[in-house]
């Protein structure tokens, strides 16, 4: 199975401050039909996943253009800027490419 | 609108069968696959397996000799059924769609 090692495993970032969180994977995520299925979510304590970025650098509808990502191959970067209280909670990378899907250990952000 | 929720006992002993219901609406489940996602407290999230459009299952490996998935097409339901449950099975069980529309997940402790 694809392994994806987040880091940092947590973030202490100021309001308005800037947060980056890196997700590597074990294998390349490029599928053998070109595109990349890397995907990064939010949980909120208590929620259920929420998309954040789909495959790679696509913000899904409603989502801030404070969230962007980038990347390719093995290594993946969720940037989140101006970050404001309700950014709080666990971060997740996700891989579609290969079965099984995997998910990353996920990264916690707190606010100052 | 999509809609997923998850119904289940909260409580289920060692060595004995865990049997949750993921009701959904707002599409057809011949049209759209579900899957069951689980996450321990405190920790990070684990695929299941899932149900696709066509009938068709897919299991995690490690999970594939205690699991079945199965699916009510005329009820919109799709059912889990996992055996031998251990107190490591403790989790909070989601189902979704797409990994885009998830259920709020149900709690379930495995304990005597």
């Known amino acids: 199975d694809v392994v994806l090692t987040q880091t940092p495993v947590s973030l202490l970032i100021s309001l308005g401050g800037q947060a980056s969180i890196s997700c590597r994977s074990s294998q390349s995520l490029v599928h053998s039909n070109g595109n990349t299925y890397l995907h990064w979510y939010l949980q909120k304590p208590g929620q259920s996943p929420q998309l954040l970025i789909y495959?790679?650098?696509n913000r899904f509808s409603g989502i801030p253009d404070r969230f962007s990502g980038s990347g390719s191959g093995t290594d993946f970067t969720l940037k989140i800027s101006r970050v404001e209280p309700e950014d709080l909670g666990v971060y997740y990378c996700?891989?579609?490419?290969?079965?099984?899907?995997?998910f990353g250990s996920g990264t916690k952000l707190e606010i100052k | 609108q999509v809609q997923l929720k998850e119904s289940g006992p909260g409580l289920v002993q060692p060595s004995q069968t865990l049997s949750l219901t993921c009701t959904v609406s707002g599409f057809s489940l011949t049209s759209y696959g579900v899957s069951w996602v689980r996450q321990p407290p405190g920790k990070g999230l684990e695929w299941m397996g899932g149900i696709w459009g066509d009938g068709s299952t897919n299991y995690n490996s490690a999970l594939k000799s205690r699991l079945s998935i199965s699916r009510d097409t005329s009820k919109s339901q799709v059912f889990l059924k996992m055996n031998s449950l251990q107190t490591e099975d403790t989790a909070i069980y989601f189902c979704?769609?797409?990994?885009?529309?998830w259920g709020q997940g149900v709690m379930v402790t495995v304990s005597s």
């Open positions: 979704t769609r797409d990994y885009l529309y």
């Open positions: 495959q790679v650098s």
């Open positions: 996700l891989q579609r490419t290969h079965n099984p899907l995997t």
